[in-house]
């Protein structure tokens, strides 16, 4: 059962533009909201994470959108750069935080 | 502060052999996860490992098993490998106090496997 769909699969942006990656989950009893950015042979890293507590959250160029009621996260990448061209995973745990479970991913390209 | 780092990078086995997967954990974190990922997957949780115990484990069959040693690093270990073992296998340490949940998961670079 997957209880994280993420989408798009893969998404193209010019240089400058948003980046808007969704992410829907089914467990309700999720309770931290991270975002992971992979580049190829790297390991994935902690780009940004929320908690259902609030809405929104923003670091520099990314923000976290959080509809509690809907069940649904999104990734907000303002300004994106050629540089953010990785793949970006959505990722959801229970509290307690013993196991992330992750959407199946984007893949981002940003044209210059 | 050094990060997470896997040995071997990559491996190259046959169906029906054993492996072992290595894993060195971040300074200062005393609690190691193993993921596996498949190409174009995202990550599944494979299990956990808190003070040298399993401390939670995913749907993945007993031919998957583990270590933590008193450093807090780490071994996976997976025997009768199948093609379908195939994989990115990631570790990732954090930080778990008693008191509350634990933050700030850090992966490792992964180590590819490959069954033929």
């Known amino acids: 059962q997957q209880q994280v769909k993420q989408s798009p699969q893969s998404l193209i942006v010019q240089k400058g533009g948003i980046s808007i990656i969704n992410c829907a989950y089914e467990?309700?009893?999720?309770?931290?909201f991270p975002w992971y950015q992979q580049f190829p042979g790297k390991g994935p890293a902690l780009l940004i994470a929320?908690?259902?507590?609030?809405s929104e959250k923003k670091e520099g160029r990314f923000t976290i959108s959080f509809n509690k009621s809907a069940k649904q996260f999104s990734l907000h990448i303002m300004d994106s750069q050629p540089g953010d061209s990785a793949t970006y995973f959505c990722?959801?745990?229970?509290?307690?935080?013993?196991?992330?479970?992750f959407g199946s991913g984007t893949r981002l390209q940003v044209q210059p | 502060e050094t990060g997470v780092t896997q040995s071997p990078t990559h491996l190259i086995k046959t169906r029906g052999q054993q492996v072992t997967l290595r894993c060195s954990s971040q300074?200062?974190?005393?609690?190691v996860s193993w993921y596996q990922q498949a190409l174009g997957q995202g990550p599944q949780f494979i299990f956990q490992?808190?003070?040298?115990?399993?401390?939670g484990r995913g749907n993945f069959p007993p031919r998957f098993s583990g270590l933590q040693f008193p450093n807090y690093s780490s071994e996976l270990n997976v025997n009768a490998l199948e093609l379908d073992d195939s994989a990115l296998y990631l570790c990732?340490?954090?930080?778990?106090?008693?008191?509350?949940?634990?933050?700030?998961?850090?992966f490792g670079s992964g180590t590819r496997l490959t069954v033929v």
């Open positions: 990722a959801a745990s229970p509290a307690g935080r013993r196991a992330l479970t």
């Open positions: 467990n309700t009893a999720f309770d931290y």
């Open positions: 990732a340490s954090s930080l778990k106090t008693d008191s509350g949940p634990h933050y700030g998961y850090t």
């Open positions: 300074s200062g974190h005393n609690t």
């Open positions: 490992y808190y003070r040298e115990e399993e401390n």
């Open positions: 929320i908690r259902p507590d609030v």
